[in-house]
Structures are given as structure tokens and as C-alpha cells.
């Protein structure tokens, strides 16, 4: 197969074009630069793609850098922060993988006629019975990227590898050590790939919105203090309130944006029993096409544990979920994911979709 | 792979076998640095002194007049911060500039003036911001103009220019980029009105790394590196001994077969672009209308398709065996807009199409044959999958 492997310039994606091009495909590298500002755990930096370029040299394959900053804008970065000015919580790798990775990327290498692409995700491609590809989790739990990748739909899906899945870290990075690739021992990209640590998220969103001030009461009303960005709050969250001072311990129940407040409660305050979502894309033959009516669990952050529920389609894209035990609420713009499981693939995900 | 056919000539040229065998004995033999006083530095200084005089005779200057640099890039900066620390004032310069000219006039807060739909700056808009800056506390420092550009081709005619600047700014000195220019034009001539002049080997057929600043008329200008004093303290560093004698040799086989080499050149490129027109539907010739391409250097075919993306057609001819532009690139390699081809007022969806296909004294007939089918194919096939 002739294959592009998207190189972000990380060892994970280094051994993933490694592997192909020791299985006989025809790989070319490709590293996509998404974002011109200054960053410094990104996958776009020149650094990084300096990287990349090097270990395309050591594997002998051509390697090429594709320009997505302005697709990368528009999809990630403006919704990203139009999502805290509506005080929803983006989770901006899904939509990187939603809108380039597994969608221009993955148009471009079929127009340069490459059989497939590649990327150093660590997850792995399962084919049920019915012959549908689905995600299913890494091999390496601590590691599973899963979650972030849910959106992709069944007909991308046919068309991506995801060579170390079926690896875990350690064995990668063993990999990478005996091929000598200069990557071996790099860090991991943290958080947000467009967010430097030294600017962080307040300076990154002021640069590019008007934040406001908030004031922080308890449930009972009591007046708690204040906070100087009310849009950077996220539902559920503990520090940064002025409310850990406090004898009993509180949460951040309800961010009300428009009306600049943020109120507190006990951890009990945030306790529901179903998650309404939308934008769900469903895995399986065709979108809409699978509601599981079994038993599922339901990923609600990128590293939160799985809860068993269940799942009601709602239609137009809208699905509500039972959570089977009373569970944290979900803040608003976070991925759901939800996962199926069978002896054959582990657990497999069965469709996603936002927190509203 | 099918063999490689270069049509991006204006990023960089294959180094002429003459330069190659001009630039020999300074590698093991007469290695000297020219600096010295002893055998081995007379024997460079001689060679650097012949090279320094071969470039004025092309260049039409006095050899004391041209300064070595590392290339095109230096020769900008010098020339439009004056040295260092920059000169007070305001350097000005056209939209269409490259970025060893634009970025240095942003970085001194300088003024940027408007170029027509043919890339050529706006003569009435430079008369006015002249006015205007002499009325400030900071005026001209130094107007910087083009002389044929990098992207699109278009070649100025410093004359007019000199006249703006001799009428509303005078005493101001002009600087000219004659990089691209220089493998084409006769820059003695077409550079006469200009102060201060920049060429780069590379694009002329000598290695990367080595250019000059040719500094006419008396006027000013400091060094930006300082130290050793070389080149009359107007560039520390000591000289790159070989370079210079690939440049002047360059320079004057570049000079020596301008007509003929031109002449052939803008025949094939006249080819190219009539196929390119004929072929594909919608194209756009950038900065040309009706054909008429005598505006333009020999060796520059800059067109804009519509629907089409630059980049990933770009990688479609790659396969093909064609290395091609899209005009400018940032540092990681990934193609980006172009300030030029917006400030000659291409609409953005139409400039996302943007593509250069450049000429030069090693190409042939069968490579304008490639790219017209090539680039074709390519458009074709990105079409029907739109």
C-alpha cells in the first residue's frame, strides 16, 4: 500500500511510519503545520518538524509539510474560543482530529493517491463480525488516545492505520532506541498544542476575546469572592475559585457567563443521572445507523474513568445518557464517548458526542 | 523516479562548471585569509582584488564601491538599516518587496506604499508618503524599490522612481534588490539611478553564500557586523575569497550571454504560459494581460488557478518529476500566502491557486513539455475530486 504518515515529529508517530515501511508499504512522511503562533508543545513547531523530517532521512522515506494554519484556525482555534465566551469546555484535539487529521489530511492523501494514511495514535482498529471498522483501545490503557479520536466516521476509518496501538509506550520507545531515531527519548506534547505553558490559557483567550470578571457565591447565595475570568471556569472544577478555603469542600456548580457569576456547592450539587449530548456521530455501517441498546460505558473527559450506562438516541443528532450510578455532572462541550465491549476487541467505541 | 525537472529556478540555479573551476585553487591552494601580509595572503588578496574588479566592471561601478556579503539577504539589511545601529529616519519601500527588504522596513517602523495591479509601486502614493515623512521629525532615511521581483516577475523602471525621490525627498538614497534581476537584466544599466545595489551568486549560477552590496554616489553606509574592519569597515568577517571569484565569475558569464540566454529563455517561457492558458480552464496569468509578458523577466511564468490548491497541486507535479513553487516558504517548508501576489490585488481565493514556474540557462524544450502536461493533469485531477 502506498500510505502517508502524518509525522508530528513525537516518537510515536516516528516508530509508526518505522513499522510500515518494515512491513513493505510505500510510506512518505508528512507533517502537518497547523499553527503559526509561538507554541511550545505543539506538533507544529520547526523544531518539531525538523524532527520529523529527520527521522523520514533515517528511515529513507520522503517526508513533506503541509500547510493546514489557516484550516487549523478556522476549526480549532476560533471555536475553541468562542466555547469559553459561551462557557462550554472544548476539548480541541477531537476537533483537530474531527476536522484535519482524519478529514483534510485524509482528503489530501487520497488526492496525491495514497491508499491510506497513518498517524502515531495510540489506538487500535478493530473489524466486528459485521465487517465495520471501530476504534478500540490501546493495548497500552495509560496511553489510549480512543477518546480523542471517536469522531472519526467508518468511512474514514477504512482508510487509517494506527501502527503502534497494538504497542505499548515502553516497547515504542524500545523501538525507537534500536532504530537510533533522534525522537526516542523526546517528552510527550502536554495539553494544548496552540497554548504555550508561559502564556497559558487566560493570556491566550485575552488576546483573542474580552474576558470578564465574575463574582463566586455559594448555593446559599453567600458572596465567596471573585474571579478575573469567568469564561476560563469549568464546571466541576476545585482550585482557582476562592472556594478551597472554606471548612466544607466546594465545587463550581453552575458558570454563568452572561450573567458573570460562578456558584459553588458541594461535591453532591453535581450529582445527575443522565448527560444530554449532541453533535453525536455514531460508529458502526453507516452514522445513525447503530444505537447499541446493551449496556455501555461512557468516557466523559480524555482521562476520566469509563461509567456504566446506557444510551437513548434521540435523533438529529441529539442521544441522552443513563449513567447507571449517580455521576459527576459533564461539564458543557465535553466529548462523551461511548464504548461497547466484546471478548474479540476489548472495548470498542460505539459513538460520541458533546455535553450540552 | 523519473528524472527531476527544475522549473523553480528563481529560488536557486545549479552552480555553472566554470565557477566550479574558478573557485578550485582557494580550497587547498591559495587558501589564504586576505588579511595577512605574508605569501599565502598576497596570493588571496590578489585573487580578491580581480574579483572585486570583475564585479564593478559588471555592475557597472568602481571596485572600492562593491562590498562582499553572505548574499541577497545581508546586502538588504545593510542597505535598508543603513548599519548598526540603523540610520535615524524612515525607510520606505514597496508592498511587493521581498522579506529581506519588507521585514526590515516593519522592524524599524518604516512605510510600506502600494503597488499597482502589476507589482510595480505606486508613484503617486511614494510621492505622497515622501511629502509627508519630510513633514515629521523622522524623514526618508531610505527608499528601497526592486528592481525585478522575486514572485511574479515584474521589472521596475528605477528611473521614474529616482525622479520621485530626487523631487520630494531629495538627498534620500535609493536602494535597489536586484537579486532576481540580476540573472537577466544588464544591472550597470537598469540599476544606473540606484545608490545602493544587492545581487546574490546563487541565482546566477555561482554557490549559496556569497553576494554583494554595491554602494555608488557616495552614499552612507555603516556596517552591520562589526570586528576586523574588512571590506573598508563596511563588513566585518573575513572574506569569503573563494566566493567572490565564483561571483565574479558568474557574473560576468551571466553578462557575457544575457541576450542570447534571454532571448531563448523568454521564448520557452512564452511557450509554457500560452500552453498553460490554452490548456487550463480559468487560469489566470498573474500580473500579465493579453499576453503581453514585456513587463516581465525571461524566465517567469506566475499563474493563479482557480479551485485549486497550490500546495497539494504542487505535490501532484512533484510526483511527476516537476519542482515548482508556490512562491514564498517559512522556515518548516510548508507553503504560505503571498504578500505579493495580494498586494497586486489577487483575490484570496484565487491566489490560493498561486504557482511559479521559473526558467533558467538549463532549461530546455522538453521541460516546458513536462510541465504542460503535468500541471494540467494535476488541475484536472484535483477538479474532479472537488
Same mark, same amino acid.
Given at each position: 500500500m502506498k500510505v502517508l504518515v502524518a509525522m508530528s515529529g513525537g516518537v510515536d508517530s516516528s516508530v509508526a511510519a518505522a513499522l510500515l515501511r518494515d512491513e513493505g508499504h510505500q510510506v512518505v512522511g508528512a507533517t502537518m503545520r497547523l499553527w503559526g503562533g509561538e507554541s511550545d508543545?505543539?506538533?507544529?513547531s520547526v523544531a518539531d518538524v525538523e524532527d520529523a523530517r529527520r527521522v523520514a532521512a533515517q528511515l529513507g522515506i520522503d517526508h513533506h509539510v503541509l500547510n493546514l494554519a489557516d484550516e487549523f484556525h478556522t476549526h480549532v482555534v476560533e471555536p475553541y474560543v468562542a466555547d469559553h465566551v459561551a462557557g462550554r469546555t472544548p476539548n480541541p484535539c477531537i476537533e483537530c482530529n474531527r476536522?484535519?487529521?482524519?478529514?483534510v489530511f485524509l482528503e489530501r492523501a487520497e488526492v496525491l493517491g495514497y491508499d491510506a494514511v497513518a498517524t502515531g495514535h495510540h489506538a487500535r482498529r478493530v473489524q466486528l463480525a459485521d465487517g465495520t471498522w471501530r476504534i478500540a483501545r490501546a493495548v497500552d490503557s495509560a496511553k489510549d488516545q480512543s477518546y480523542v479520536l471517536h469522531p472519526l466516521t467508518p468511512e474514514a476509518l477504512g482508510r487509517v492505520?494506527?501502527? !503502534? &496501538? #497494538?504497542?505499548t509506550k515502553a516497547e515504542v520507545r524500545d523501538r525507537a532506541a534500536a532504530l537510533g531515531?533522534?525522537?526516542?527519548e523526546k517528552a510527550e506534547s502536554q495539553d494544548?498544542?496552540?497554548?504555550?505553558s508561559t502564556e497559558g490559557r487566560r493570556k491566550f483567550l485575552a488576546a483573542r476575546t474580552e474576558l470578564h470578571p465574575g463574582r463566586v457565591v455559594d448555593v446559599d447565595g453567600t458572596e465567596l469572592g471573585t474571579v478575573?475570568?469567568?469564561?476560563?471556569v469549568t464546571l466541576?472544577?476545585?482550585?482557582? !475559585? &476562592? #472556594?478551597?478555603?472554606?471548612?466544607a469542600r466546594r465545587f463550581v456548580?453552575?458558570?454563568?457567563v452572561p450573567g458573570r457569576t460562578v456558584t459553588v456547592g458541594p461535591p453532591?450539587?453535581?450529582?445527575?443521572d443522565h448527560a444530554d449530548l449532541d453533535r453525536m456521530v455514531w460508529a458502526g455501517p453507516?452514522?445513525?445507523g447503530t444505537v447499541p441498546d446493551g449496556p455501555v460505558l461512557a468516557q466523559c473527559s480524555a482521562h476520566g474513568d469509563p461509567r456504566p450506562a446506557r444510551v437513548e438516541d434521540l435523533g438529529g443528532g441529539a442521544a441522552r445518557v443513563w449513567f447507571e450510578e449517580p455521576s459527576r455532572r459533564v461539564a458543557p462541550g465535553q466529548s462523551v464517548v461511548l464504548y461497547a465491549t466484546d471478548p474479540a476487541n476489548g472495548e470498542y467505541v460505539v459513538g460520541g458526542g458533546l455535553a450540552t | 523516479m523519473s528524472a527531476l525537472i527544475d522549473?523553480?529556478?528563481?529560488a536557486t540555479t545549479p552552480v555553472r562548471p566554470e565557477v566550479v573551476a574558478a573557485m578550485?585553487?582557494?580550497?587547498?591552494?591559495?587558501?589564504?585569509?586576505?588579511?595577512?601580509?605574508?605569501r599565502l595572503a598576497r596570493a588571496a588578496v590578489r585573487a580578491l582584488d580581480e574579483a572585486r574588479e570583475r564585479c564593478a566592471a559588471v555592475l557597472g561601478c568602481?571596485?572600492?564601491?562593491v562590498v562582499f556579503t553572505s548574499g541577497g539577504t545581508e546586502s538588504d539589511n545593510q542597505a535598508v538599516?543603513?548599519?548598526?545601529?540603523p540610520r535615524s529616519g524612515t525607510p520606505v519601500c514597496s508592498a511587493a518587496e521581498h522579506h529581506a527588504v519588507l521585514d526590515v522596513v516593519q522592524a524599524l517602523d518604516g512605510s510600506v506604499v502600494a503597488v499597482d495591479a502589476a507589482g510595480r509601486i505606486r508613484l503617486d502614493l511614494l510621492a505622497t508618503e515622501l511629502d509627508r515623512l519630510a513633514?515629521?521629525?523622522?524623514?526618508?532615511?531610505v527608499v528601497s524599490v526592486m528592481?525585478?521581483?522575486?514572485?511574479?516577475?515584474t521589472i521596475s523602471d528605477l528611473v521614474e522612481v529616482r525622479h520621485v525621490v530626487d523631487r520630494h525627498a531629495p538627498g534620500t538614497p535609493l536602494h535597489t534588490d536586484a537579486v532576481q534581476a540580476a540573472a537577466w537584466l544588464d544591472v550597470a544599466d537598469a540599476a544606473a539611478h540606484a545608490d545602493l545595489v544587492s545581487v546574490s551568486g546563487h541565482k546566477l549560477g555561482s554557490p549559496k553564500g556569497i553576494g554583494a552590496l554595491v554602494v555608488h554616489h557616495g552614499a552612507q553606509v555603516r556596517p552591520l557586523l562589526l570586528g576586523g574592519g574588512q571590506e573598508r569597515g563596511r563588513r566585518s568577517g573575513t572574506v569569503n575569497v573563494a566566493g567572490a571569484v565564483g561571483l565574479a565569475t558568474a557574473l560576468e558569464l551571466t553578462a557575457g550571454s544575457l541576450r542570447e540566454n534571454g532571448g531563448r529563455v523568454a521564448a520557452l517561457r512564452d511557450r509554457l504560459a500560452d500552453g498553460l492558458l490554452d490548456r487550463v480552464d480559468g487560469l489566470v496569468e498573474t500580473v500579465?494581460?493579453?499576453?503581453?509578458?514585456?513587463?516581465?523577466?525571461?524566465g517567469t511564468c506566475h499563474v493563479c488557478i482557480p479551485g485549486v490548491d497550490s500546495e497539494t497541486l504542487l505535490l501532484l507535479m512533484e510526483g511527476a518529476g516537476v519542482c515548482a513553487s508556490a512562491g514564498s516558504s517559512c522556515s518548516s517548508g510548508a507553503a504560505e500566502g503571498s504578500h505579493v501576489v495580494a498586494a497586486c490585488g489577487v483575490p484570496p481565493e484565487l491566489a490560493a491557486g498561486a504557482v511559479r514556474l521559473t526558467l533558467g540557462r538549463t532549461s530546455t524544450d522538453a521541460d516546458v513539455d513536462a510541465v504542460l502536461e503535468a500541471l494540467p493533469a494535476a488541475v484536472e485531477r484535483l477538479r474532479s475530486r472537488a
Amino acid at each position: 500500500m502506498k500510505v502517508l504518515v502524518a509525522m508530528s515529529g513525537g516518537v510515536d508517530s516516528s516508530v509508526a511510519a518505522a513499522l510500515l515501511r518494515d512491513e513493505g508499504h510505500q510510506v512518505v512522511g508528512a507533517t502537518m503545520r497547523l499553527w503559526g503562533g509561538e507554541s511550545d508543545s505543539g506538533c507544529c513547531s520547526v523544531a518539531d518538524v525538523e524532527d520529523a523530517r529527520r527521522v523520514a532521512a533515517q528511515l529513507g522515506i520522503d517526508h513533506h509539510v503541509l500547510n493546514l494554519a489557516d484550516e487549523f484556525h478556522t476549526h480549532v482555534v476560533e471555536p475553541y474560543v468562542a466555547d469559553h465566551v459561551a462557557g462550554r469546555t472544548p476539548n480541541p484535539c477531537i476537533e483537530c482530529n474531527r476536522h484535519l487529521k482524519f478529514d483534510v489530511f485524509l482528503e489530501r492523501a487520497e488526492v496525491l493517491g495514497y491508499d491510506a494514511v497513518a498517524t502515531g495514535h495510540h489506538a487500535r482498529r478493530v473489524q466486528l463480525a459485521d465487517g465495520t471498522w471501530r476504534i478500540a483501545r490501546a493495548v497500552d490503557s495509560a496511553k489510549d488516545q480512543s477518546y480523542v479520536l471517536h469522531p472519526l466516521t467508518p468511512e474514514a476509518l477504512g482508510r487509517v492505520l494506527f501502527p !503502534v &496501538g #497494538a504497542m505499548t509506550k515502553a516497547e515504542v520507545r524500545d523501538r525507537a532506541a534500536a532504530l537510533g531515531l533522534r525522537t526516542a527519548e523526546k517528552a510527550e506534547s502536554q495539553d494544548v498544542c496552540f497554548i504555550t505553558s508561559t502564556e497559558g490559557r487566560r493570556k491566550f483567550l485575552a488576546a483573542r476575546t474580552e474576558l470578564h470578571p465574575g463574582r463566586v457565591v455559594d448555593v446559599d447565595g453567600t458572596e465567596l469572592g471573585t474571579v478575573a475570568a469567568v469564561e476560563t471556569v469549568t464546571l466541576g472544577q476545585r482550585r482557582g !475559585v &476562592g #472556594a478551597s478555603g472554606g471548612a466544607a469542600r466546594r465545587f463550581v456548580v453552575d458558570v454563568d457567563v452572561p450573567g458573570r457569576t460562578v456558584t459553588v456547592g458541594p461535591p453532591e450539587r453535581l450529582m445527575v443521572d443522565h448527560a444530554d449530548l449532541d453533535r453525536m456521530v455514531w460508529a458502526g455501517p453507516s452514522q445513525g445507523g447503530t444505537v447499541p441498546d446493551g449496556p455501555v460505558l461512557a468516557q466523559c473527559s480524555a482521562h476520566g474513568d469509563p461509567r456504566p450506562a446506557r444510551v437513548e438516541d434521540l435523533g438529529g443528532g441529539a442521544a441522552r445518557v443513563w449513567f447507571e450510578e449517580p455521576s459527576r455532572r459533564v461539564a458543557p462541550g465535553q466529548s462523551v464517548v461511548l464504548y461497547a465491549t466484546d471478548p474479540a476487541n476489548g472495548e470498542y467505541v460505539v459513538g460520541g458526542g458533546l455535553a450540552t | 523516479m523519473s528524472a527531476l525537472i527544475d522549473l523553480d529556478h528563481a529560488a536557486t540555479t545549479p552552480v555553472r562548471p566554470e565557477v566550479v573551476a574558478a573557485m578550485e585553487p582557494f580550497a587547498e591552494l591559495d587558501y589564504g585569509n586576505p588579511s595577512g601580509s605574508h605569501r599565502l595572503a598576497r596570493a588571496a588578496v590578489r585573487a580578491l582584488d580581480e574579483a572585486r574588479e570583475r564585479c564593478a566592471a559588471v555592475l557597472g561601478c568602481a571596485p572600492g564601491e562593491v562590498v562582499f556579503t553572505s548574499g541577497g539577504t545581508e546586502s538588504d539589511n545593510q542597505a535598508v538599516a543603513g548599519g548598526m545601529p540603523p540610520r535615524s529616519g524612515t525607510p520606505v519601500c514597496s508592498a511587493a518587496e521581498h522579506h529581506a527588504v519588507l521585514d526590515v522596513v516593519q522592524a524599524l517602523d518604516g512605510s510600506v506604499v502600494a503597488v499597482d495591479a502589476a507589482g510595480r509601486i505606486r508613484l503617486d502614493l511614494l510621492a505622497t508618503e515622501l511629502d509627508r515623512l519630510a513633514a515629521t521629525d523622522r524623514p526618508p532615511a531610505v527608499v528601497s524599490v526592486m528592481l525585478a521581483n522575486n514572485e511574479v516577475g515584474t521589472i521596475s523602471d528605477l528611473v521614474e522612481v529616482r525622479h520621485v525621490v530626487d523631487r520630494h525627498a531629495p538627498g534620500t538614497p535609493l536602494h535597489t534588490d536586484a537579486v532576481q534581476a540580476a540573472a537577466w537584466l544588464d544591472v550597470a544599466d537598469a540599476a544606473a539611478h540606484a545608490d545602493l545595489v544587492s545581487v546574490s551568486g546563487h541565482k546566477l549560477g555561482s554557490p549559496k553564500g556569497i553576494g554583494a552590496l554595491v554602494v555608488h554616489h557616495g552614499a552612507q553606509v555603516r556596517p552591520l557586523l562589526l570586528g576586523g574592519g574588512q571590506e573598508r569597515g563596511r563588513r566585518s568577517g573575513t572574506v569569503n575569497v573563494a566566493g567572490a571569484v565564483g561571483l565574479a565569475t558568474a557574473l560576468e558569464l551571466t553578462a557575457g550571454s544575457l541576450r542570447e540566454n534571454g532571448g531563448r529563455v523568454a521564448a520557452l517561457r512564452d511557450r509554457l504560459a500560452d500552453g498553460l492558458l490554452d490548456r487550463v480552464d480559468g487560469l489566470v496569468e498573474t500580473v500579465v494581460v493579453d499576453r503581453d509578458r514585456s513587463h516581465v523577466l525571461p524566465g517567469t511564468c506566475h499563474v493563479c488557478i482557480p479551485g485549486v490548491d497550490s500546495e497539494t497541486l504542487l505535490l501532484l507535479m512533484e510526483g511527476a518529476g516537476v519542482c515548482a513553487s508556490a512562491g514564498s516558504s517559512c522556515s518548516s517548508g510548508a507553503a504560505e500566502g503571498s504578500h505579493v501576489v495580494a498586494a497586486c490585488g489577487v483575490p484570496p481565493e484565487l491566489a490560493a491557486g498561486a504557482v511559479r514556474l521559473t526558467l533558467g540557462r538549463t532549461s530546455t524544450d522538453a521541460d516546458v513539455d513536462a510541465v504542460l502536461e503535468a500541471l494540467p493533469a494535476a488541475v484536472e485531477r484535483l477538479r474532479s475530486r472537488a
